[in-house]
């Protein structure tokens, strides 16, 4: 369990003039001192100080002294909760791009999409990416081995780990959410967006991506800024309405099996609102998972 860092003088009478007994050193892996304003004793294990002084010194268990009294640091790695460990997931359209820019910029995650992840490799023109767009083309599932160790080695990385990670899109199917389990990768809620089928076909069709800015626009609800820009946009290969019925059947055959793996932690969120209504779902569902945290972390202190 994570602790708070601590770094305080200890000063300990000498006792003269006998020499000290055979024992516990101070270096030895566990170590009393007696404190005058308290009638009990403290223990700080070595793996959690290290000890500083300008003379020789030895510190008995019992408290006694010889040569000049040290000073103790305490370190260690910080009383705070664990990051967020976050997964949203929903159909095509259903607005995860969207309230993952919102996740992100409130709490910092780090943003990882699974369909990025495949779309680089893809570009690429590498063989598993060739492989990829032909599942992709079909509006099937891409295959475990090829997504899964991209997305084991994102969520390895060190800011995934020091900041906490918000995983998008991903897993898709029981057999992707087993393997991410067995790797140690559990999420500490898991988002589903909710959005009827009607919508989604529509807002599939309608998108359109801006290949300069990376930008998402939307031919009704988010349309571009200028002609320019509007010249320039493109439709993915995969955002024809024969197409995402497709995917939108693959998804929902997958999704129940995918809720079996995180039954307890999941919040069902409705997409069908505004996407300040949607991410005031979120944030809700989150702030309240923060509180449980920091009281957990709280109790396990006191």
């Known amino acids: 369990m994570a602790c708070c860092s601590l770094s305080f003088p200890v000063t300990v ?57 040290p000073e103790f640091l305490v370190v260690s790695s910080g009383n705070k909760p664990e990051p967020l460990k976050v997964m949203i997931s929903g159909a095509p359209a259903s607005g995860k791009g969207t309230q993952c820019q919102l996740i992100t910029q409130k709490y910092g995650l780090v943003h990882i999409a699974a369909g990025d992840l495949l779309r680089a490799e893809i570009s690429s023109g590498s063989a598993n990416g060739k492989r990829a767009k032909e599942y992709m083309e079909k509006g099937q599932l891409v295959p475990n081995e090829i997504v899964v160790m991209m997305v084991k080695e994102r969520l390895s990385r060190s800011d995934s780990q020091e900041n906490g990670w918000l995983l998008d899109g991903y897993p898709r199917s029981l057999s992707q959410a087993t393997a991410l389990k067995e790797f140690g990768f559990q999420p500490d809620i898991f988002i589903l967006l909710e959005v009827a089928e009607d919508n989604l076909v529509e807002r599939v069709v309608g998108r359109r991506l801006d290949p300069v800015t990376g930008r998402i626009y939307h031919l009704k609800y988010s349309p571009p800024e200028n002609e320019e820009i509007g010249a320039r ?53 989150l702030t309240n998972l923060i509180e449980q945290k920091n009281s957990t972390l709280g109790s396990m202190a006191a």
């Open 13 to 69: 009478k000498a006792r003269s003039p006998s020499p000290p007994t055979s024992g516990a050193l101070a270096s030895s892996p566990s170590c009393t001192y007696s404190s005058r304003s308290s009638s009990h004793s403290r223990s700080f294990q070595s793996s959690s100080f290290s000890t500083h002084s300008t003379r020789s010194l030895s510190l008995h268990c019992d408290g006694t002294l010889i040569r000049r009294p």
């Open 233 to 285: 946009l493109t439709q993915r290969f995969d955002d024809t309405e024969e197409k995402v019925k497709l995917r939108l059947q693959t998804h929902h055959q997958n999704v129940e099996s995918v809720l079996s793996m995180y039954e307890g932690i999941t919040v069902k969120v409705n997409g069908n609102a505004s996407k300040e209504d949607v991410f005031s779902q979120i944030d809700n569902a």
